[in-house]
């Protein structure tokens, strides 16, 4: 079995900043992209921002320039970097990996897994 546990939510002022973690782990082989997205209080959630096993990063266009997603390979572990935060950044943020392969039991298997969120608060 494959947990995600993240750290790093709380409260921060408008202009503040936060890092967000979130390590993956268990009988891992592989995982393909790694994301974060948020839950606003009454709203859907949404994609913040995602990073593929080479790299590559993709944004919200609400925080475009003010987030960093990063990943450690090794580690199993994925951060979000947030910036400059504002008030309508406030949310439950959770990570989530689409394609974790594990071994079980010699075999190997591919399933999504969410982290259990973490609160960010940010007061103006």
């Known amino acids: 079995q494959v947990q995600l546990v993240e750290s790093g939510g709380g409260l921060v002022q408008a202009g503040g900043s936060l890092r967000l973690s979130c390590a993956a782990s268990g009988r891992i082989v592989s995982i393909n992209d790694m994301g974060w997205h948020r839950q606003a209080p009454g709203k859907q959630r949404e994609l913040v921002a995602v990073?593929?096993?080479?790299?590559?990063?993709n944004y919200a266009d609400s925080v475009k320039g003010r987030f960093t997603i990063s990943r450690d390979n090794v580690k199993n572990t994925v951060y979000l970097q947030m910036n400059s935060l504002k008030p309508e950044d406030t949310g439950v943020y959770y990570c989530n990996m689409p394609d974790v392969t594990s071994s079980v039991g010699g075999y190997r298997k591919t399933t999504e897994y969410w982290g259990q969120g973490t609160q960010v608060t940010v007061s103006s």
């Open positions: 990073i593929s096993s080479g790299g590559t990063a």
